[in-house]
């Protein structure tokens, strides 16, 4: 029996939500699962880290935190709490590097899992003609990284940020740069152990349970928790030409863009991102790259501008003779302005984990765990224009709060099986406004006006039926939910019925509670 679930936004500013003591129906719960005979441990005490994600806004505090050292401790501790059936409430919920936004893999008053300690089984990569890596659930993919290197292999599809779980991206979908030719990250697994929610262990892959296997891709957690997925590889690269080019007309940037993602043979990876009012920003990139043009490049004034920036990358080897010639030819069909080429070279292994050096900066200044109010929408082709154009030059007055992602995606590369929802045409946008609440010297953190200016982006998307889907979605009402999945929502829900019945698993996402 599935009860929709519609908990209020709790923060940080009302911790009182996080102090109440747990039911004494669960602490029963709690003594028992002392008793399970486990690899791993529970801890029970300074759970406050599991109350913790990268969005800072939520803080849902345990009452016990699994660290798991085998699936079996997942599946005991799961299957103990289903065989108790209606007489305990008690939720589950996956951690695995704690970057969700608002407390999607947190459990008020429930078992967190810690899934990095798991660390079965151990890395296996498998080279041959389909080369794939086996990870556990909990692996980090900057550690993937830089095992498959060694055979000179890498996963294809990647996210912009490696310091992520395989179970927290593959809830998802998983998506950077290279999904325009390889599909997400979800489009790029062939097989997961899985645990459901009533605590069977089951293997599933496009053969075997193929609902299970679509379901569990970017089924934020829903059905059950990915203990192990096998990893589709490519070869890897040695070095990369890391590109950026500017434009001041949005029609002729996102004419570029979907230019570019239309054929194979193009970059091996394309983003792109606007700048609003940043006046500092080109001189903030001479640091990295260089100009094309050093004397034209000091004379473009971007002052006041809204400007769009495409980046591109191609992956080579420094044998290779051709590349330039590759990378001018495919410069030569965009229109961007021509002073504003800018160029950097880097390794494969900088270029993956270029955001993990911006991390490193922040966390020296205190500026990494701040809050942050971030929305990912995905926009279809069709409407890029009417939303560019009210976003862009009515809604924000600058960004200076964070980036502003903003590049399309083939469908096509996409799975309609998974339980990912995306708009209805073959092209979509990621738009992302990755927004940090920094604190000012008045003393407040504009957290506020960055939530209600969000709003005012959902507001417009809605009252002009842009037809645009959250990423990494947060809702609170059944409404929202319905209409997030859309025609998918009964398969979502028949699947809920099928592998987690009493709706344990993943309550920090706040689609289903447990019926009580
Ligand atoms: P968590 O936050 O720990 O968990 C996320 C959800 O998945 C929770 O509901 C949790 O219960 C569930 N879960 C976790 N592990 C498992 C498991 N093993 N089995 C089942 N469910 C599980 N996303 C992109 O697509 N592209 C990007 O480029 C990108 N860049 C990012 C950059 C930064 C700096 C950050 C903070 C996030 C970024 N993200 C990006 C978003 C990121 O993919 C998601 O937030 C992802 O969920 C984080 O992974 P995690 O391991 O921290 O998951």
């Known amino acids: ?75 005991s501790t799961i299957k103990h709490i289903f065989d108790m059936g209606s007489t305990t409430n008690l939720k589950v919920a996956a951690r695995g590097h704690g970057h969700s936004l608002q407390g999607q893999a947190q459990a008020h008053q ?16 498998h080279a041959g003609q389909l080369p794939y890596v086996d990870v556990s659930g909990g692996e980090l993919w900057i550690n993937i990284l830089y095992e498959t290197i060694k055979y000179g292999l890498a996963p294809k599809s990647w996210t912009d940020y490696l310091h992520l779980t395989v179970g927290g991206t593959l809830s998802n979908a998983g998506i950077s740069g290279q999904a325009f030719r390889y599909g997400p990250q979800i489009h790029n697994v062939y097989q997961m152990e899985v645990v459901t929610g009533k605590g069977e262990v089951l293997t599933c892959s496009e053969k075997q349970n193929p609902d299970l296997f679509y379901g569990v891709l970017g089924g934020l957690g829903q059905f059950g928790i990915i203990t192990r997925a096998r990893i589709s590889l490519g070869p890897a690269q040695k070095k990369v030409k890391w590109i950026r080019v500017l434009y001041s007309e949005f029609s002729t ?53 809204i400007l769009y920036c495409i980046e591109m990358a191609k992956y080579f080897d420094p044998d290779e003779t051709e590349v330039n010639k590759k990378i001018e030819r495919l410069l030569s069909e965009l229109n961007f302005i021509p002073s504003t080429l800018f160029l950097s070279e880097v390794s494969y292994i900088e270029f993956l984990d270029r955001v993990h050096l ?39 007055t600058d960004n200076s709060n964070g980036p502003i992602l903003i590049y399309p995606i083939n469908k096509s590369k996409w799975n309609n099986e998974t339980s990912m929802v ?27 006006d960055i939530v209600a200016q969000n709003q005012r982006i959902l507001d417009f998307c809605a009252k002009a039926r842009i037809g645009g889907k959250q990423y990494l979605p947060h809702h609170s009402t059944q409404e929202e939910w319905e209409a997030h999945f859309g025609p998918q929502w009964e398969t979502f829900v028949r699947r809920k019925s099928a592998y987690d019945p009493l709706a344990i698993l993943a309550p920090g996402q706040r689609i289903f509670q447990k019926a009580i």
């Not at 429930?110 to 990569?125: A, D, F, T, W, Y």
């Not at 708009?423 to 953190?445: M, Q, R, T």
Request: glycine residues 4%.
């Open 358 to 396: 911006s991390e490193i900066k922040l966390r020296a200044k205190g500026l990494w765990e701040v809050p942050h109010p971030w929305l990912n929408l995905l926009i279809p082709k069709s409407r890029i224009l009417d939303f560019a154009k009210e976003v862009f030059e009515n809604i924000l």
């Open 253 to 305: 940037f996102s004419d570029d863009q979907e230019h570019l993602i239309s054929s194979m043979n193009t970059f091996d990876y394309i983003e792109g991102f606007v700048i609003i009012n940043r006046t500092e920003l080109l001189n903030n990139w001479r640091s990295s790259f260089d100009p094309k043009d050093p004397i034209q490049a000091t004379q473009f004034s971007s002052d006041g501008k």
């Open 1 to 75: 029996i599935l009860v929709l679930c519609c908990i209020p936004d709790k923060s940080k500013r009302n911790p009182s939500f996080a102090r109440t003591p747990p039911h004494s129906s669960s602490s029963k719960v709690f003594l028992s699962l002392r008793k399970l005979n486990l690899d791993g441990y529970f801890s029970f005490e300074n759970l406050h880290h599991a109350a913790e994600d990268f969005g800072n806004r939520y803080h849902f505090l345990p009452s016990a935190v699994l660290h798991p050292k085998a699936v079996s401790d997942i599946s």
């Open 110 to 125: 429930g078992v967190v899992i810690n899934m990095e300690s798991l660390q079965q089984p151990k890395m296996h990569v």
């Open 422 to 448: 995306t708009p209805d045409e073959d092209i979509f946008y990621l738009v992302a406004f990755l927004s940090s609440a920094l604190p000012s010297s008045d003393g407040k953190d504009g957290l506020e």
